[in-house]
């Protein structure tokens, strides 16, 4: 029997309350979901809905899963990574009315996959991910449930990418918001997000700068992008490695160095990879680093950096700060890997994933797309389906409000003209 936080923990009040006091945190930092909170008090919206979820446990999300719950819905969660859990926000969600949390740090596989298992059990009519676990466990272990799911909605582009492919085999029976695809989310959590976490994450974790080292960036897609971009901001050379032609012209012309990795592995002094590819720097290419190189994923698995090519490389390994494992090399090179090649933005030791500013965004999203699945769900196809731009845009127009900026509106006439095509000089 999977056990909930609370029957994990020795000291579960205490938890309790230093996860509240994070929780209390990160929600006087998010306008937008507290404003969905006074409509969803009110409204209640998604009454009658059980949501399974399977995300990072951390205080932000934890907002969120609050939010659905003062919505009306019934909501039980696991993590999406053994690592990003924290136990005390895991403890005070699970004491929020309507809420049960299996999410633990540190969990093994079994525990891990026991613990989706254990959400599966709330019978769920949504699902919430964050890299498709609870989706494609549903398909796999539970066909029985898809004919009461009304939808689900995916959180990243791993599990967008995932969900996507199927599709495409004709096996995803019901439908999936793609909230990673939406520009309230991508253009924000992935860039911003992404860019400011992992670096900030590497710096606190070894307490190294980043000024005046090489950065290897591969890949440079949206979270690329954001890394390379704070990175080159805080004085780093940035060298970019791509495998997509335009992202490589891209990136050359912002101005970064683009060479293979085989090429970037002997400049480079730290490595990120953000491709949510798997094998992307290997043994011919730890070969090649200088002693000392820092190695560091920001995407969803922990399959970018090819630590089982490193592990036989290595005559030694030792844990030389905390969250950065040294391997050393029989020339006696050392390579440091930070947080296991896990999301370094999340699953470190200090990490606390995005700002909250970007997650109230991303989650605002998430919480309409929940509340559109309960009203609309007849809409909706089984497969994978872009967020309506209307969701998008009354996300977008709650930030705006909450950060007092305004905005022109187009007059009559213009809207004519830019839907018209009878116009030239
Ligand atoms: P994206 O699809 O926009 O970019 C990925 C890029 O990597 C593409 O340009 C692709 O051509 C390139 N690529 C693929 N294989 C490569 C290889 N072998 N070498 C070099 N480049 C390669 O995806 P996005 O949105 O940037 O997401 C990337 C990963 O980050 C995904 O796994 C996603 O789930 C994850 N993610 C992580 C976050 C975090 O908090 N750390 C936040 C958001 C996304």
Same mark, same amino acid.
């Given at each position: 029997?999977?056990?909930?936080?609370?029957?994990?923990?020795?000291?579960?009040?205490?938890?309790?309350?230093?996860?509240?006091?994070?929780?209390?945190?990160? *929600?006087?930092?998010?306008?937008?979901?507290?404003?969905?909170? *006074?409509?969803?008090?009110?409204?209640?919206?998604?009454?009658?809905?059980?949501?399974?979820?399977?995300?990072?446990?951390?205080?932000?999300?934890?907002?969120?899963?609050?939010?659905?719950?003062?919505?009306?819905?019934?909501?039980?969660?696991?993590?999406?990574?053994?690592?990003?859990?924290?136990?005390?926000?895991?403890?005070?969600?699970?004491?929020?009315?309507?809420?049960?949390? /299996?999410?633990?740090?540190? #969990?093994?596989?079994?525990?891990?996959?026991?613990?989706? =298992?254990?959400?599966?059990?709330?019978? &769920?009519?949504?699902?919430? !991910? %964050?890299?498709?676990?609870?989706?494609?466990?549903?398909?796999?272990?539970?066909?029985?449930?898809?004919?009461?799911?009304?939808?689900?909605? *995916?959180?990243?582009?791993?599990? #967008?990418? +995932?969900?996507?492919?199927?599709?495409? %085999?004709?096996?995803?029976?019901? &439908?999936?918001?793609?909230?990673?695809?939406?520009?309230?989310?991508?253009?924000?959590?992935?860039?911003?997000?992404t860019g400011e976490?992992?670096?900030?994450?590497?710096?606190?974790?070894?307490?190294?700068?980043?000024?005046?080292?090489?950065? #290897?960036?591969?890949?440079?897609?949206?979270?690329?992008?954001?890394?390379?971009?704070?990175?080159?901001?805080?004085?780093?050379?940035?060298?970019?490695?791509?495998? !997509?032609?335009?992202?490589?012209l891209e990136a050359?012309?912002?101005?970064?160095?683009?060479?293979?990795?085989?090429?970037?592995?002997?400049?480079?002094?730290?490595?990120?990879?953000?491709?949510?590819?798997?094998?992307?720097?290997?043994?011919?290419?730890? $070969?090649?680093?200088? %002693?000392?190189?820092?190695?560091?994923?920001?995407?969803?698995?922990?399959? $970018?950096?090819?630590?089982?090519?490193?592990?036989?490389?290595?005559?030694?390994?030792?844990?030389?700060?905390?969250?950065?494992?040294?391997?050393?090399?029989?020339?006696?090179?050392?390579?440091?890997?930070?947080?296991?090649?896990?999301?370094?933005?999340?699953?470190?030791?200090?990490?606390?994933?995005?700002?909250? =500013?970007?997650?109230?965004q991303s989650f605002?999203?998430?919480?309409?797309?929940?509340?559109?699945?309960?009203?609309?769900?007849? !809409? /909706?196809?089984?497969?994978?389906? !872009?967020?309506?731009?209307?969701?998008? +845009? $009354?996300?977008?127009?709650?930030?705006?409000?909450?950060?007092?900026?305004?905005?022109?509106?187009?007059?009559? *006439?213009?809207?004519?003209?830019? %839907?018209?095509?009878?116009?030239?000089?």
């Amino acid at each position: 029997m999977t056990r909930t936080i609370a029957e994990r923990l020795d000291d579960p009040a205490s938890a309790r309350a230093a996860g509240r006091r994070k929780m209390d945190w990160a *929600e006087a930092h998010m306008p937008i979901l507290a404003a969905l909170r *006074e409509s969803f008090a009110a409204d209640e919206p998604l009454a009658g809905e059980r949501i399974a979820m399977a995300m990072h446990v951390e205080a932000k999300t934890a907002v969120l899963v609050e939010l659905l719950a003062v919505g009306g819905a019934e909501v039980a969660i696991a993590g999406c990574n053994p690592l990003s859990t924290q136990d005390d926000v895991s403890a005070a969600l699970h004491a929020v009315d309507g809420v049960t949390s /299996y999410a633990s740090h540190g #969990v093994d596989t079994d525990e891990y996959y026991d613990a989706i =298992e254990a959400v599966v059990g709330v019978d &769920p009519t949504i699902t919430v !991910d %964050d890299g498709a676990d609870m989706v494609t466990h549903i398909h796999d272990e539970h066909p029985e449930l898809i004919p009461q799911l009304k939808g689900g909605c *995916e959180e990243t582009t791993t599990g #967008v990418h +995932r969900l996507r492919s199927m599709a495409d %085999d004709g096996a995803l029976d019901y &439908p999936m918001f793609a909230v990673n695809d939406t520009p309230m989310k991508t253009l924000f959590d992935n860039v911003h997000g992404t860019g400011e976490s992992a670096l900030a994450n590497i710096a606190m974790t070894t307490n190294l700068s980043v000024a005046g080292k090489t950065v #290897v960036v591969a890949g440079y897609g949206y979270c690329g992008r954001g890394v390379a971009k704070k990175a080159a901001g805080m004085n780093a050379d940035v060298i970019v490695t791509e495998v !997509d032609p335009r992202r490589a012209l891209e990136a050359h012309m912002e101005g970064y160095d683009v060479m293979p990795m085989r090429e970037a592995a002997s400049e480079g002094d730290i490595f990120v990879t953000t491709t949510g590819n798997r094998d992307v720097v290997t043994r011919a290419d730890f $070969e090649r680093m200088a %002693d000392g190189a820092l190695l560091a994923n920001a995407g969803h698995f922990d399959v $970018e950096i090819n630590l089982e090519d490193l592990d036989e490389m290595a005559v030694s390994t030792r844990e030389v700060r905390d969250g950065v494992q040294e391997y050393e090399l029989s020339d006696g090179r050392r390579l440091n890997v930070l947080a296991e090649g896990r999301l370094v933005n999340l699953a470190g030791p200090l990490s606390m994933g995005h700002p909250v =500013e970007v997650m109230d965004q991303s989650f605002g999203v998430q919480a309409v797309c929940a509340r559109e699945l309960a009203a609309n769900h007849a !809409d /909706y196809d089984p497969g994978v389906h !872009d967020v309506p731009d209307r969701l998008d +845009r $009354e996300v977008a127009e709650v930030k705006l409000d909450a950060e007092d900026i305004a905005i022109d509106d187009l007059s009559d *006439e213009q809207r004519e003209y830019m %839907d018209s095509w009878d116009h030239g000089t």
